[in-house]
């Protein structure tokens, strides 16, 4: 099976879970949340995810997603997965946010390696936008139009 991991500070990780229950429920037994807990130390969440990660089976592949790239929720779990060999095949992205991890835990099973990566992170990107709205003020000039 190929799991999404999903790596934060805080509960931020959990949170995305949960929310990704919303719009793919059917997939979140695939998801999988960990998080630096505030005060924890980065060897303390090593061994936290170390423990989560040999619940696995060895034929079982990752895509993991990060809040921040070179945080120490992401390097740490890399450094886990590399201590369990667990790196190759493994698809990592920063960044994270809800379109990213939806379009992740839906697509994970359809492409893989950079063509994942790379839609993983144009669904993001594409997200990213201002919204404007419109005041009193706009609605009254539109109405003298």
Do not use: W
């Amino acid at each position: 099976m190929k799991y999404l991991v999903l790596v934060s500070h805080g509960d931020f990780a959990a949170g995305l879970k949960t929310s990704l229950a919303m719009f793919a429920g059917d997939k979140v037994d695939q998801v999988i949340a960990c998080g630096l807990k505030n005060g924890q130390s980065a060897d303390d969440f090593g061994v936290d995810f170390k423990s989560v990660m040999s619940e696995l089976n060895d034929d079982d592949s990752l895509v993991v997603l990060a809040d921040i790239v070179g945080g120490s929720p992401l390097t740490t779990a890399l450094n886990v997965l590399g201590e369990l060999g667990r790196l190759e095949g493994t698809t990592v992205v920063g960044g994270m946010n809800l379109p990213m991890a939806l379009t992740a835990v839906v697509m994970k099973d359809v492409l893989e390696g950079e063509a994942l990566a790379a839609t993983i992170i144009s669904e993001a990107t594409s997200a990213l936008q201002e919204f404007k709205t419109s005041s009193d003020e706009d609605e009254e000039d539109d109405d003298e139009i």
